[in-house]
């Protein structure tokens, strides 16, 4: 019932930045809490960070100063800037929304995006 579309991934140079989009579609008015997850090649997919509803955020130690995930809920828009940009950083990052109470679901992933960064 809710589609998720992510954008702005690519390479950059080490200590570059990025801005990441993701636009949810479908029943919109049954999304609640956001996150972006990432998954580097051979490796299990990992908590980067999450906003709720009212833009409360939390972040991964490793992005913690560096990444900020914020949203625009009118647009239905989730965005991550990453700043400083490490070789680590290097993954397929995903978006995640859960699901309010009324709603019926278990949460839902866009297809990610690819973000590389070189040193």
């Known amino acids: 019932q809710v589609q998720l579309v992510e954008s702005g991934g690519g390479q950059v140079q080490a200590g570059g930045s990025l801005r990441l989009s993701c636009v949810a579609s479908g029943d919109t008015l049954c999304i609640s809490t956001m996150g972006w997850f990432r998954q580097a090649p051979g490796k299990g997919r990992e908590l980067v960070a999450t906003i709720t509803s009212g833009g409360v955020t939390d972040y991964a130690d490793s992005v913690e100063g560096r990444f900020t995930i914020s949203r625009d809920n009118d647009k239905n828009t989730l965005y991550l800037q990453m700043n400083s940009l490490k070789s680590e950083d290097t993954a397929a990052y995903y978006c995640?929304?859960?699901?309010?109470?009324?709603?019926?679901?278990?949460?839902?992933w866009g297809k990610g995006t690819q973000v590389t960064v070189s040193s």
């Open positions: 995640h929304t859960r699901i309010t109470r009324p709603c019926y679901g278990t949460g839902y």
